[in-house]
């Protein structure tokens, strides 16, 4: 091997290096979030999860109704964790200003002869020579080394939601006849720009990849006014199932057809001919040899049209709309966000519940993915 393969060599493997690690750190992170504790996920970001933490909060004691008179001081007294699993504190203070003015096991001096002291393991102690006022307790700012912690509470909320079954039902009712139907119909449209002669077939290729770059939304519009029209004409309404699959089937069309007119070209013209020779019409040369050849090409875009239909959320709401019993998994999950406010760490097990299916699909057609896209790139 030239120096030159070896150093191109190399560069491509680097690459690839590079690439696999910018998607997969964002993916383990994302990961890392959805198990993480709800409360620790709020402070600190995923990377801190798998060692101690320090963490600042501020707790009150107890209120000046339940002090005491011990050797003409009056005393509070009483622990920061309550019943709880005590963490070690190292620092304290008195003023949200210095919050770690103080190690643990010390006296702060306060103001007018008060004084605090803290404990590593949470006990309290302020004294004060005269009486407690005011109606809540004194504010005690503190630093925690926290462990990690790790949960399936933000999985369990998401799966226990009420509609999250039906709408999983949905989303597979809208994505398997939206990924099947355009690959039957480009299949045999690709065929015939590959193979048949009839006038305007290179206009037709031309058509198909201008096509590639249609932006949905901009055809949503014009697209759901002729679904209304056709709909009006038969007495049918077009929000429904099959006003879905239409939709998803014209969005995909363009890229099925390249893809596979693409590989079904680059096939031996010598198996066709003798195919052809032996008697064999169109139909049954399309059955029997191009589609048992073609397998790598339908799957890459299966691949790709499965994902496409399964995030999908924009087509889905105008053609399906936000009922009940016609919302998708991707609907569902942006509602329930919605209702929660700020309780957004769900969104992280959200993220991962809806990719389940995808993934699935993705590692056992993968192996035919490049195969498929490189179809009629080399000679």
């Given amino acids: 091997m030239s120096k030159t393969s070896w150093g191109a060599q190399t560069l491509v493997h680097l690459s690839v290096l590079v690439l696999v690690i910018?998607?997969?750190?964002?993916t383990a992170g994302l990961f890392i979030s959805s198990i993480r504790d709800k409360d620790q996920l709020a402070l600190s970001g995923w990377w801190t999860?798998?060692?101690?933490?320090?963490?600042?909060?501020?707790?009150?004691?107890?209120?000046?109704?339940?002090?005491?008179?011990?050797?003409?001081?009056y005393i509070l007294k009483g622990n920061i964790f309550g019943a709880e699993k005590a963490n070690d504190i190292s620092v304290f203070g008195w003023k949200s200003r210095s919050p770690e003015a103080f190690k643990a096991g010390t006296t702060a001096d306060m103001n007018k002869g008060q004084t605090m002291a803290v404990e590593a393991n949470g006990d309290y102690l302020l004294t004060s020579p005269t009486e407690w006022t005011g109606s809540r307790g004194k504010r005690v700012f503190y630093k925690v080394t926290v462990p990690p912690r790790f949960t399936l509470d933000n999985y369990k909320e998401v799966l226990s939601s009420e509609g999250i079954g039906q709408s999983f039902i949905n989303s597979l009712t809208v994505t398997i006849p939206s990924t099947v139907i355009p690959i039957l119909m480009a299949a045999f449209a690709a065929y015939a720009l590959a193979w048949m002669e009839f006038p305007g077939r290179f206009v037709l290729v031309a058509i198909?990849?201008?096509?590639?770059?249609?932006?949905?939304?901009?055809?949503?519009?014009?697209?759901?006014?002729?679904?209304?029209?056709i709909g009006s004409f038969f007495g049918v309404s077009p929000k429904g199932y099959l006003g879905i699959w239409l939709a998803h089937t014209g969005f995909g069309l363009p890229l099925a057809i390249y893809l596979l007119r693409?590989?079904?070209a680059g096939l031996p013209k010598e198996i066709i001919e003798s195919a052809r020779v032996d008697g064999a019409n169109h139909f049954t040369v399309f059955v029997k040899i191009i589609l048992p050849l073609s397998f790598p090409a339908l799957a890459s875009f299966a691949i790709f049209q499965f994902l496409w239909v399964w995030n999908?959320?924009?087509?889905?709401?105008?053609?399906?709309g936000n009922g009940e019993d016609e919302i998708v998994l991707t609907g569902r999950l942006r509602e329930m966000l919605g209702s929660r406010g700020g309780n957004w760490e769900i969104l992280t097990a959200s993220a991962f519940i809806t990719i389940i299916v995808p993934l699935c699909v993705f590692f056992s057609l993968q192996r035919y993915l490049v195969r498929g896209l490189l179809a009629g790139s080399v000679k």
């Fill in 22 to 26: 910018m998607w997969t750190i964002p």
């Fill in 49 to 73: 999860s798998l060692s101690d933490s320090q963490q600042n909060l501020m707790h009150r004691t107890e209120g000046p109704d339940s002090q005491t008179l011990v050797d003409g001081k």
């Fill in 208 to 229: 198909v990849v201008g096509l590639l770059v249609v932006p949905i939304q901009m055809s949503l519009i014009p697209l759901l006014q002729l679904y209304n029209s």
């Fill in 262 to 264: 693409n590989y079904i």
């Fill in 312 to 320: 999908d959320l924009l087509i889905a709401m105008v053609f399906l």
